[in-house]
């Protein structure tokens, strides 16, 4: 079944469960008003329907590949690159100054849900864009955002984001990568980045390399990480791309899934470069534009959910396996499989929700600049990326599932959904590190935003008492047991700490997911599928809090009690 923008369920979260409206009551967003976000949301989703879902298989049959040092995308691709700019759609939160549309990230987080959730390998090269044109705005020279930030801005170039080497993955502030000053304001960059998304495209004017390297004599670690922006080609003053730099393509590598988008090995050799912030401060930079990647990467796996389950469900109401409770149809009629898609519909409610909170919080962050709000969204990004690319990953395995053999059989392409999303949980920063963030840097307010949030889940559950005593009473169990959990974290050692991380992370997405269920059965009035749906979800997906929290409590003693050799190492 052909995928569908799930246009309407984002119009009723904006409106009625994350508060969009105290956004547009903002100077800043004052444009983002009921028309223009049903316009947006109405056009990005016939993007999405028309131009984009039909690249979805091509994409995987016809992998990107190198062909005498140029990257030749997937059939269909260049064409639905050009939709995806000239529509506008790189740009929608991007300054207006420099010909971005300055929406809220609100409008851009549903929109790139709903891009994922139709072609997963294309969506990926105008988010890193997205994320360039972020730290451009806030950490360039006047004179790199007037030359580079239109041409990003209009989708004729694209931006990538060069961490990884071979022996800095997690451990960023392993890169080897070098930069030396030319004597003219450039640096000559020298090393080998791996794993860049979109490296390069046959269909892209110029391609902007963000890399992390370091100056001659800068600190060991991460405080000696600076950040460089490199061009393909280097563009005269008319941002006209020039003769090639010193950067290529050493090969492509060949992956589980996402086969449309090219991963590339890439050489620097002496390649020129322009310092972006300031020397040895790189990873402060590269942090605005991974923090916007992290939730775009959260909403890559509710998008990829969505397609799953769209699929799975046509799929049950088609197929017929005996008499069901419902009578002769569809499998959708067996208990068993509804518990699936019952299950799938509301994870995917829940994953969305936190991201859209977590929007919201970012667009409240820059509209009044007040603290508050920028540290609530800083709270919530690890449990977007997160929580988001599990549900990813979850759902698309109950997808195949739910199709049977089928379900393993390529064609049907509920196995695609599952190759694909499988990668989100790694790139960005792995969950694991994710969820460390969470215990570590994030609650190191001591936990000022955890118990804001606390109380608001227990006001949430307070106004629920009526409608749904019985709901209402296990929401506001859970949020104490989390408010217990979360004061053990505070009182313990990192080691505790991350040996309990992803467990703890999971119990948060629980509890806010729960909430926010709560918070869509309310604006439903009371009765309704929005109800059903918070009950299913509360009663079956919510006691795994009690679970794993217990993991989350449970120290690190019992994990170094296996010696290596214990392990079989
Ligand atoms: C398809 C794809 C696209 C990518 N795109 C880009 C890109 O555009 N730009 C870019 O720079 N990179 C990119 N990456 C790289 C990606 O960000 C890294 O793979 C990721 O950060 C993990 O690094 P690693 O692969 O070296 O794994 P490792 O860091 O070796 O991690 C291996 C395991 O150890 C765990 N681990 C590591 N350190 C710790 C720790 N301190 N505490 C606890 N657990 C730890 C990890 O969670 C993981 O489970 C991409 C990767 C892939 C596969």
Not at 61 to 76: C, D, F, I, K, M
Not at 219 to 247: C, K, M, Q, Y
Not at 376 to 386: D, M, S, V
Not at 547 to 565: H, I, P, T, V
Request: hydrophobic share 45%; proline share 5%.
């Amino acid at each position: 079944m052909a995928y569908r923008a799930p246009v309407a369920e984002f119009q009723f979260i904006l409106d009625h469960v994350v508060g969009l409206d105290e956004v547009v009551a903002t100077d800043r967003f004052s444009e983002a008003t009921p028309d223009v976000t049903r316009a947006i949301l109405d056009g990005a989703g016939r993007l999405c329907d028309d131009v984009l879902a039909p690249l979805q298989r091509p994409g995987d049959l016809h992998p990107a590949r190198l062909e005498n040092g140029v990257v030749r995308t997937s059939p269909g691709y260049a064409e639905g690159y050009r939709a995806i700019a000239e529509g506008g759609w790189v740009a929608l939160s991007a300054p207006a100054e420099h010909g971005g549309m300055g929406l809220p990230t609100t409008l851009s987080t549903a929109v790139n849900d709903m891009m994922s959730g139709a072609c997963l390998s294309l969506q990926l090269n105008p988010l890193l864009t997205q994320g360039q044109i972020e730290a451009l705005s806030h950490h360039a020279s006047d004179e790199i955002r007037a030359l580079y930030l239109p041409k990003l801005i209009a989708g004729d170039w694209s931006g990538t984001m060069n961490l990884t080497e071979p022996q800095a993955g997690s451990d960023v502030g392993a890169l080897k990568t070098r930069a030396m000053p030319n004597g003219d304001g450039t640096y000559a960059v020298t090393g080998q980045k791996i794993y860049i998304t979109w490296g390069d495209a046959d269909f892209m004017e110029n391609v902007v390399h963000l890399v992390l390297a370091r100056l001659p004599d800068a600190p060991a670690g991460t405080r000696g990480i600076s950040l460089f922006l490199v061009p393909r080609n280097l563009p005269d003053a008319e941002s006209r791309p020039g003769v090639a730099n010193r950067v290529k393509v050493v090969s492509l590598e060949h992956k589980l899934g996402l086969h449309g988008s090219p991963t590339a090995v890439m050489d620097f050799d002496g390649a020129t470069g322009w310092m972006v912030g300031e020397p040895n401060k790189g990873m402060a930079a590269m942090f605005t534009m991974m923090n916007n990647a992290r939730l775009g990467v959260g909403v890559q796996g509710v998008g990829v959910a969505e397609a799953a389950f769209q699929q799975a469900l046509a799929y049950a109401a088609d197929r017929r396996q005996g008499p069901t409770p419902l009578g002769d149809g569809g499998i959708v009629g067996h208990a068993d499989v509804r518990r699936m898609l019952a299950g799938m519909k509301a994870e995917i409610f829940a994953a969305r929700a936190i991201a859209l909170s977590c929007a919201v919080a970012a667009d409240m962050g820059t509209a009044t600049g007040e603290a508050d709000w920028t540290a609530r969204a800083a709270f919530l990004t690890p449990i977007a990326k997160a929580w988001g690319t599990e549900v990813g990953m979850e759902v698309a395995q109950q997808g195949v599932q739910v199709h049977g053999g089928m379900g393993f059989i390529e064609e049907t392409g509920a196995a695609q959904y599952l190759r694909d999303v499988r990668v989100t949980a790694i790139y960005e920063g792995t969950n694991g590190i994710q969820a460390m963030d969470l215990v570590g840097r994030k609650l190191a307010d001591g936990g000022d935003v955890a118990w804001r949030l606390l109380e608001e889940v227990e006001q949430t559950a307070e106004a629920a008492r009526g409608a749904f005593p019985d709901l209402a009473v296990e929401v506001w169990t859970a949020a104490e047991a989390l408010r217990d959990a979360t004061e053990w974290m505070l009182t313990r050692e990192m080691t505790d700490r991350f040996a309990g991380a992803v467990p703890f992370l999971r119990a948060w997405a629980r509890v806010l997911g729960a909430q926010l269920h709560l918070a869509a059965a309310l604006a439903e009035g009371g009765s309704g599928p929005r109800s059903a749906l918070a009950r299913v979800f509360i009663r079956r997906l919510l006691p795994e809090h009690v679970s794993a929290l217990a993991a989350a409590r449970a120290g690190a003693d019992d994990l170094y009690a296996l010696s290596d050799a214990d392990l079989g190492a």
